[in-house]
């Protein structure tokens, strides 16, 4: 499975060729580096690492830099793995450009959203929330009763509650491909996209490709 580390860097619109305005994310997708190759034979799954991000050394632990430093590619601040399938063939030290995509294509991304802090049912859950009657001014935004009597006489893991939101990763899926533009490292997809900019993201091929009106 293709894929590449980048950076999101914000929204704009993309204007084609029939008038239509697109809304677009824009993202600074590598140069990648592959920094480890995992095979079947020796790690039990085929996958590779991948480093995006280069740094200076008193940014790394000495660790991070012999990993690196064996792997012959720069000191990289970002290390995530991909899964590969048995046709894909990678070698230590390969660069990964953005034109590995093309537009038009579907990709999935993946991000970690922005935190809310501590956020009440409404916000957080999309709870109606209670009327102003009887008395209750001062409950118009909170969940009601939570629990019951004799059975089971407790509140349920899971349940719907206040808590905290966001900061948790999120997977954005089956986004067009409108723009590539290798020169400059940069690649924009139709919607939105997880995170704030400036936060790193998760590009690859989307596994769950739409399929056309009209076809099986």
Sequence with gaps: MKGILGKKVGMTQVIKENGEVVPVTVIEAGPCYVVQVRTEAQDGYRAVQLGFEEVPPKRLT??????????????????????????????????ILVDIFQPGERVDIEGISKGRGFAGVVKRHGFKGQGHTHGASDRERHPGSNSSTTTPGRVYKGKRMAGHMGAAQVTAMNLEVVLVDPERNLLAVKGSVPGANGGLVLVKYARKQKVAKGRK
């Design 62 to 95: 000495q660790g991070e830099q012999g990993h690196l430093r064996r792997a012959g590619t720069p000191l990289l601040r970002h290390l995530r793995e991909l899964r590969t399938s048995s046709g894909e063939s990678y070698e230590v030290g390969q660069q």
